[in-house]
């Protein structure tokens, strides 16, 4: 079946360091991809998509590019701010059939001024 | 432009009691899924519902129902309260095709 596989958390770093969340996935066919956001008490924001292989989703300053290859689609952000302190969560959705989006288990981001 | 609407956004239930979960969707959309996320999990899917039926559900036990009213508005309810229940259950509307998939801030369950 499909599944995401993200890194473990918490993810800590300073005010402008780089940021590289990692998220693979098993899918069959050619999936949809997805980074959602989740801020404290709120629902999931969807932040950045990408619809076929070697696009690159961008938004806000993040992205991610859909690597078919190695089956991957990282997110990475170049100087993260404390704002952008919460979950994020890779998500994939396989096309036609009901559309139903996968989450993987989240990764926590930290940033400390 | 109003987006997902979920009530109520926290309550409280006891093991045993019955709960009822509300969701409107983002105008425009004619689409709902329910998920539930435990605290440090990703959301998992319970069920979607389209034209007033369940077109899909998630590895949920029976005690999970819904509801779509012709609004497009809906009603997640579950009987027979566990504690493992707790958790946040998000709505997500958007279109039959996928669409604009769009989630409310959804309602904490405690279940005690």
Known sequence: ?113 | DAGVTQSPTHLIKTRGQQVTLRCSPKSGHDTVSWYQQALGQGPQFIFQYYEEEERQRGNFPDRFSGHQFPNYSSELNVNALLLGDSALYLCASSLATGDGYTFGSGTRLTVV
Request: hydrophobic letters at 30%; a neutral charge; charged letters at 20%.
């Open chain 1, 1 to 113: 079946g499909n599944s995401v596989t993200q890194m473990e958390g918490p993810v800590t770093l300073s005010e402008e360091a780089f940021l590289t969340i990692n998220c693979t996935y098993t899918a069959t066919g050619y999936p949809s991809l997805f980074w959602y956001v989740q801020y404290p008490g709120e629902g999931l924001q969807l932040l950045l998509k990408a619809t076929k292989a070697d696009d690159k989703g961008s938004n806000k300053g993040f992205e991610a590019t859909y690597r078919k290859e190695t089956t991957s689609f990282h997110l990475e952000k170049g100087s993260v701010q404390v704002s952008d302190s919460a979950v994020y969560f890779c998500a994939l959705r396989k096309s036609g059939g009901s559309y139903i989006p996968t989450f993987g288990r989240g990764t926590s981001l930290i940033v400390h001024p």
